[in-house]
């Protein structure tokens, strides 16, 4: 098995510093610029092509914008959150 990573995520109390440190307490991560989703959409003009604007550890941060309906599919190994910015969004399962 591979070496276990544990991490601990501290948010300031001020809620603009985000930390990350590892399971020795050194700091290994600080964010303190958040990420201005519309300057992001504003890059692209295609729908249904996810981009990545993030990454920490083995996860990805993507904006995708939508139009109309899409074919339901699933990937088995990850796990999605969808946070709607403009406009609805309906999931049927």
């Avoid at 003009?45 to 550890?57: F, T």
């Avoid at 914008?65 to 599919?73: N, R, S």
Wanted: hydrophobic share 40%; proline share 2%; aromatic share 16%.
């Amino acid at each position: 098995m591979g070496a276990s990573h544990k991490y601990i995520c501290v948010k300031s109390l001020d809620n603009n510093y985000i930390f990350i440190y590892n399971h020795d307490k050194k700091r290994i991560f600080s964010m303190n610029t958040p990420i201005n989703f519309q300057s992001k959409f504003d890059l692209f003009l295609d729908h249904w092509s996810p981009k990545i604007i993030a990454e920490m550890n083995d996860c990805q941060f993507k904006l995708v914008k939508i139009k109309g309906q899409f074919t339901w599919h699933e990937h088995k190994d990850t796990d999605e959150v969808f946070i709607v910015i403009n406009g609805s969004m309906g999931i049927e399962f």
